[in-house]
């Protein structure tokens, strides 16, 4: 199995800089970057997960990548759980605001999701805006299978990345 998933649908790290890759796959590629990390905030701002990173870009790192990240959330909730504070888990955030500009930044198990609401009355959202964390892996997978053969590459690399198709 090794033999197959190591060297595979290679990534370089600037290949994946380029194109915006999120998720497993820029962390496959080497390259740190986490919503929780860079825009942290609430609980995220005390703690941190430690980031799941490799460097070689390969089916074998996205597939590392993951397991890496199941292995950390794990060790993370079991670490937080006791401790967390007494009190209700929801409060009421007040009415809108009109002519108010909201940018919501999320890690999701494929990558950063972005939304991005304006609100030109009180309480009408009239644009809302959503970028998933599959739209820019479409590329990613393109590069990714070049000079591949179709027998194997391809399914290696599709099933790596993951996408989901109704996601986009």
């Not at 409060?91 to 609100?119: F, K, T, Y």
Request: hydrophobic content about 40%; charged content about 20%.
């Amino acid at each position: 199995m090794l033999s197959r998933f190591e060297e595979t649908g290679r990534l370089a790290r600037q290949q994946c800089l380029d194109l915006g890759l999120v998720g497993p796959w820029r962390g496959a590629s080497g390259v740190e970057r986490d919503v929780r990390y860079d825009f942290s905030s609430g609980f995220y701002a005390l703690v941190h997960i430690p980031m799941a990173v490799w460097n070689t870009g390969d089916v074998f790192a996205r597939a590392y990548v993951r397991w890496l990240e199941i292995q950390r959330s794990t060790a993370f909730l079991r670490d937080q759980l006791p401790s967390l504070p007494e009190g209700p888990v929801h409060s009421a955030c007040g009415a809108p605001q009109p002519n108010r500009l909201v940018v919501s930044l999320a890690e999701s198990w494929r990558g950063e999701i972005c939304h991005v609401a304006v609100d030109r009355w009180a309480r009408a959202i009239c644009t809302l805006q959503s970028r998933g964390s599959v739209l820019p892996q479409r590329t990613g997978l393109a590069l990714a299978m070049r000079d591949g053969q179709i027998s194997g590459t391809s399914r290696l690399c599709n099933k790596s990345f993951n996408l989901s198709y109704c996601g986009a």
